[in-house]
């Protein structure tokens, strides 16, 4: 089956500190991916997309950073946090190529302390 | 810009119906999704429209007006579970999804 995983579920983190979130997919290949943050209030903000294996566009200029070292693998980075990296950050996968529709992983909630 | 308008939050009653309005401005357009997100859980798919018209599913229906930049996302038989906040999302012309703030909508009993 299909399935999307997502960790860290919820991290605190001081300002300055580096930030890893893994996200993992089982049960495709070559998946298009995607890193979205949720602000309160605030609608989707697209992070990153990666259509393939070392393959990331970037949304939003920022001190966040994504890669792709595996096909299923897709992770987001940052060597300082900022208090305004503080949100709610979501890996989704392109499970509909022609509607467009997207899963979601569980989420990884960060606050920057 | 590009922009999707949804009401902020709204409240219905158990077994009632609500109906959640979405208004668009955007490059184009491919196709507008909505998404049911519970609180602290990720958003899950609900309904994709990309022609005029109603779609059902079960107790929900989503309709669009392309002319108008409109859709909306009817509940009906409103159950408890349905308190969620309610995602509006638009494809643009360059296939990037356009978000709304989300609409949060408290069921009462």
């Known amino acids: 089956s299909q399935t999307i995983h997502q960790w860290p579920a919820t991290l605190v983190q001081p300002v300055g500190s580096p930030l890893s979130l893994e996200c993992t997919v089982e049960?495709?290949?070559?998946?298009?991916l995607y890193w979205y943050r949720q602000a309160a209030g605030r609608g989707l903000q697209l992070l990153f997309y990666?259509?393939?294996?070392?393959?990331i566009s970037s949304e939003v200029p920022q001190n966040l950073s994504a890669s792709r070292p595996q096909d299923r693998q897709f992770i987001l980075s940052s060597k300082k946090l900022l208090l305004s990296d503080s949100g709610f950050y979501l890996c989704?996968?392109?499970?509909?190529?022609?509607?467009?529709?997207?899963?979601f992983g569980e989420g990884s909630r960060l606050t920057v302390l | 810009g590009q922009n999707i308008d949804q009401p902020t939050e709204m409240t219905a009653t158990e077994g009632a119906i609500v109906q959640i309005n979405c208004t668009y401005q955007?490059?184009?357009?491919?196709?507008l999704f909505w998404y049911q997100q519970h609180a602290g859980e990720a958003p899950t798919f609900l309904s994709y429209n990309v022609l005029d018209g109603l779609e059902e599913k079960g107790r929900f229906s989503s309709f669009l007006s392309r002319s108008k930049g409109y859709s909306y996302l009817l509940l009906k038989e409103l159950q408890m579970k349905d308190s969620a906040s309610y995602l509006c999302?638009?494809?643009?012309?360059?296939?990037?999804?356009?978000w709304g703030a989300g609409t949060k909508l408290i069921i009462k009993p």
């Open positions: 990666s259509v393939g294996i070392g393959q």
């Open positions: 049960g495709t290949s070559n998946p298009n």
């Open positions: 955007t490059s184009g357009f491919n196709g």
């Open positions: 989704a996968w392109l499970v509909g190529g022609d509607t467009g529709e997207l899963f």
């Open positions: 999302a638009v494809m643009d012309s360059n296939y990037q999804l356009i």
